[in-house]
């Protein structure tokens, strides 16, 4: 019991030691200044989507200050940053997501191609069709997995013929790594099936219709690892026909994943440059500070 | 043991003596609750039973064509003027030979039911080859009779009746010329002065046209509302207006639904008043919030995750609602509307203001026939001077209690067969 209450004490101690460092810690990095500009190459040679400017507001609270970013044709850019940076709100704001919540105002410009997203005349329905979405938690309809697969098909009337939708849903599910797991009971609920089976279900309902845009907004965060590391395969093998923009906590799956990668900090966008160099050789001192896992 | 443990252990006690009052106070409230309605069910039951049975007497009849004043019994005028009181009077004064006063003669004819001479008249019209012979038939004892036959033997002589006719009857049970049977026309029949004619038929058919009514006004009215304000309407001062609004409607006293129906849908429209129709649109009225409001219940329990990704795909905001919402959230919303029918058809307040406390004799044939419905014609019996129609209510609250408790089964059963789980 003596021994316990020593234990105890020392581990208060340890507490009391490491408190004052943190404050430190936290009140360097507040200090720091933001960088006038973001560092590194946020702009590539003929890009998918063109973002210049981006200032997203929650009623007066501005959540995204200014951010300018381009993302390549077939590339995987990975968002990273601490919790409640904006790297969500900016990635709903790529397929107009933010539309469905009624204080939320988006203003700069953004291109997918040469089509300006945020054009009045520009049909919402049409955008998200080509810029497709993963969330966060997998949220299968309460439909068969067929179904499921078949929504966007039959929504937007891209196939004509049973033969045809039955084409579609094999082909998105073998390319979501699903098919040799659920062909034998494409009619059973989809809502039956595990958590990393639901998300890879998510992902083939997505490329059912064939977006040229994917976003994932941190896919991988409710699943387990084996389903996790099945996921990121999978977004490796989708690069080669999609372009990829992931939200993602975790820096190993940015690093594992992504070609390139942005970091944000308080609804900034700090820092944009290869993955690699991200990584290894972080231009900005907030980058460094969020990777070497001084605060996040 | 260290200070903690210690102190734990000492409030452990107290904490499983509270915990074990709490569950005793809760077993006791439901234990209130279930005598009382023991008490109400024993009670309903008890004195309405013996309504659901009726005695009838049996009676040699002389179908004589010159008292009956018929020749061709094919003639629907002549079967509708003829005498068969005449030959139900002439039987009795068979049966009791030595009647020769008036008086005494009036109390003889009252043993048995003024409706006997229609079910003769039918019986003849089934089988012409009666007219000229004679028969023994049953014919409908008068609900005093009938009364005085279901009391038991030891408080028969302070039943109310004449002395006379207790003998007569008494005469009649021991020869074994009264029978008990099932009273088929307590289902069939519209409501009547003579309590042993009256019956719940044309309530229930009044009933069941209000209901239909009610319900293809209020399903569709209240889920396009609940659909609208959950899933399109902003969110501004207006729609909190309209809010609390339904809310205040759900509590309105239904009697002023009643007033209301009377001031807009007969005083400004020109409806006519006492029919199921009318009735209908009242009780929408009055269903409407209580719909409303669980359905859009159900619709905030569609998890917003479905819905998004259904927006993610390019669902248009219709889409959502029709391939999505509407599919998860229809089990609660049926289970609502089923409650509010439930509510609906023990509503009387507001119908008695729209006329529907009419004397309805007829079975109505559609929603604008005069009608009335279950609960008032229950009001309408409770007040009704006649002894034998304290069992009839009571009989009648136990149809209509049946009607409740199979619509809220339903729900139930509804609820938890179409419950999705996500």
């Not at chain 1, 208060?12 to 507040?30: F, G, H, N, T, Y």
């Not at chain 2, 005793?24 to 008490?39: K, M, T």
Request: net charge negative.
């Amino acid at each position: 019991m003596d021994t316990a209450r020593e234990l105890d004490n020392r581990n208060r101690a340890d507490d009391d030691a490491a408190k004052p460092l943190i404050d430190v810690e936290e009140r360097s990095m507040q200090d720091t200044p933001y960088p006038e500009k973001t560092v590194g190459s946020p702009f590539v040679d003929a890009p998918k989507m063109k973002l210049r400017n981006v200032n997203v507001f929650y009623a007066d609270n501005q959540a995204i200050h200014d951010v300018s970013l381009d993302i390549g044709k077939n590339e995987v850019i990975s968002l990273i940053g601490p919790s409640g940076c904006g790297k969500s709100t900016f990635l709903r704001s790529l397929n107009r997501m933010n539309d469905t919540i009624d204080i939320c105002r988006v203003k700069g410009e953004l291109y997918l191609d040469d089509q300006d997203l945020y054009d009045p005349k520009l049909d919402v329905v049409e955008l998200r069709a080509r810029v497709g979405m993963v969330f966060q938690k997998p949220n299968p309809f309460p439909k068969s997995i067929y179904d499921n697969v078949a929504y966007g098909p039959r929504l937007h009337g891209l196939a004509d013929k049973k033969y045809d939708l039955d084409e579609i849903v094999e082909n998105s599910l073998r390319k979501a790594g699903l098919w040799t797991e659920v062909k034998d009971r494409l009619h059973s609920p989809g809502t039956g099936l595990s958590g990393g089976q639901q998300q890879r279900l998510c992902i083939a309902r997505t490329i059912a219709v064939s977006p040229e845009v994917v976003l994932m907004d941190e896919p991988c965060s409710a699943l387990d690892p084996i389903a996790t590391a099945k996921i990121e395969e999978l977004i490796d093998e989708l690069s080669e026909s999609y372009t990829i923009a992931i939200v993602t906590h975790s820096m190993q799956q940015a690093a594992r994943v992504s070609h390139r990668t942005a970091y944000f900090h308080l609804g900034r966008l700090i820092e944009v440059n290869d993955t690699e160099t991200v990584f290894t050789k972080p231009e900005h001192e907030l980058t460094e500070a969020y990777i070497t896992g001084r605060f996040g | 043991m260290s200070e903690t443990t210690a102190k734990v252990r000492a409030s452990l006690a107290r904490r499983y003596r509270q915990e074990k009052r709490f569950q005793a106070y809760g077993i006791l409230s439901i234990g209130v609750g279930l005598l009382a309605l023991l008490i109400l069910f024993t009670d309903i039951i008890g004195k309405g039973h013996s309504a659901f049975f009726e005695h009838y007497i049996k009676l040699e009849v002389s179908l004589d064509r010159d008292v009956l004043g018929i020749d061709d019994v094919g003639d629907q005028e002549q079967l509708n003027y003829a005498n068969f009181g005449g030959v139900i009077k002439q039987a009795l004064r068979d049966r009791f030979p030595g009647v020769d006063d008036r008086q005494r003669q009036r109390l003889l004819y009252d043993l048995v039911s003024s409706g006997a001479s229609y079910s003769l008249r039918d019986e003849l019209k089934a089988d012409p080859a009666l007219l000229g012979g004679t028969r023994e038939l049953w014919l409908l004892a008068d609900d005093d009779v009938d009364l005085y036959l279901k009391t038991s033997q030891k408080k028969r002589p302070e039943a109310r009746l004449d002395d006379q006719q207790k003998q007569w009857i008494e005469e009649l049970e021991a020869a074994g010329d009264t029978d008990k049977r099932f009273n088929a026309s307590f289902f069939s029949h519209g409501d009547s002065r003579e309590p042993e004619l009256a019956g719940i038929g044309s309530a229930i058919v009044g009933s069941f046209f209000t209901m239909i009514v009610t319900l293809c006004l209020s399903f569709p009215i209240g889920v396009a509302a609940a659909i609208y304000l959950e899933e399109f309407a902003p969110r501004n001062k207006f729609t909190d207006f309209i809010e609390v609004n339904i809310n205040n409607l759900a509590a309105v006293p239904s009697i002023i639904f009643g007033l209301l129906g009377l001031a807009i849908f007969i005083n400004l429209f020109g409806l006519p008043r006492s029919v199921p129709l009318l009735g209908g649109l009242v009780l929408t009225l009055m269903t409407l919030p209580t719909i409303i409001i669980t359905s859009r219940a159900a619709i905030k329990t569609v998890p917003p995750s479905v819905r998004e990704g259904a927006l993610a795909l390019g669902a248009s905001k219709m889409q959502v609602v029709l391939h999505h919402v509407l599919p998860l959230a229809l089990p609660g919303m049926l289970t609502g509307s089923i409650i509010g029918m439930a509510q609906a058809l023990g509503e009387t307040a507001p119908l008695l203001l729209i006329g529907m406390v009419a004397f309805i004799v007829d079975i109505p044939g559609g929603p604008t026939d005069p009608a009335t419905v279950l609960p008032v014609q229950i009001y309408l019996w409770a007040d009704s001077p006649e002894q034998s129609f304290v069992a009839m209510t009571s009989a009648a609250i136990m149809v209509l209690l049946a009607f409740l408790i199979t619509m809220n089964t339903l729900a139930v059963v509804l609820r938890k067969r179409l419950e999705r789980r996500w």
